[in-house]
């Protein structure tokens, strides 16, 4: 049953602590992605990657971090640096440069920083 | 600046009848555009894409019409059932590159 998992559901951090959202995806995708979700905001990327051991900022990079040591692992880590770290979390996969543009979602991780 | 516009944060349409979502891009070298449904606290769900070079998508009840002069493309929903209630994104990208950018969404109430 092939699919992209998030974890977990929802999280709550304490205000200057580090986190870190899983996503896995067992697709055998190459391409993965993170985008962040706020009310009447759409989905805006957080970071992307193309390749094991690659990836490349997006247009909200600043105070997150990201790692790309598997094929089917993308973890997102958000930082104390991040100013307004509370948003709905979306973890996505894409075939790769051949296929088309479709992208698979996971189903998200609801951050909450009190 | 936005370069996918979705200029109706919501819609509401009788069970039944057509549902039209519209969306407008800025940037002329897009060349493959793409629909997502999303409910509350979920993932989206692909639902229909098209590539420049076509007009036209046809897949069930939905349907993508691409008008590339005037940089607009639409969601044709027929006929609109309750469970297509949800927010509708527009996103286009180009060239196959590996970013896809979203529009802001459009949400969808499926009147009974």
């Known amino acids: 049953d092939g699919g992209i998992t998030q974890s977990p559901k929802y999280l709550f951090r304490k205000e200057g602590q580090n986190v870190t959202l899983s996503c896995e995806q067992n697709?055998?995708?190459?391409?993965m992605y993170w985008y962040r979700q706020d009310p009447g905001q759409g989905l805006r990327l957080i970071y992307y990657?193309?390749?094991?051991?690659?990836?490349q900022k997006g247009d909200i990079a600043e105070g997150y971090s990201v790692s790309r040591e598997k094929k089917e692992s993308f973890p997102l880590t958000v930082t104390s640096a991040q100013k307004n770290p509370t948003a709905f979390y979306l973890c996505?996969?894409?075939?790769?440069?051949?296929?088309?543009?479709?992208?698979?979602f996971g189903p998200g991780t609801r951050l909450t920083v009190l | 600046d936005q370069q996918v516009k979705q200029n109706s944060p919501s819609l509401s349409v009788q069970e039944g009848r057509i549902s039209i979502l519209n969306c407008d891009y800025t940037?002329?070298?897009?060349?493959?555009f793409l629909w997502y449904k999303k409910y509350p606290a979920e993932g989206p769900t692909f639902l229909i894409s098209?590539?420049?070079?076509?007009d036209k998508n046809e897949d069930g009840r939905f349907t993508v019409f691409l008008n590339k002069s005037a940089k607009h493309l639409s969601l044709h929903i027929v006929p609109s059932q309750p469970g297509d209630s949800a927010v509708y994104f527009c996103?286009?990208?180009?060239?196959?590159?590996?970013?896809?950018?979203f529009g802001k969404g459009t949400r969808l109430h499926i009147l009974p």
């Open positions: 996505a996969s894409r075939m790769g440069l051949a296929g088309n543009n479709e992208q698979f």
């Open positions: 697709l055998n995708h190459d391409a």
């Open positions: 990657s193309q390749i094991v051991n690659d990836f």
């Open positions: 940037n002329s070298m897009f060349d493959y």
């Open positions: 098209i590539s420049s070079i076509k």
């Open positions: 996103a286009a990208s180009m060239n196959r590159d590996d970013k896809i950018i």
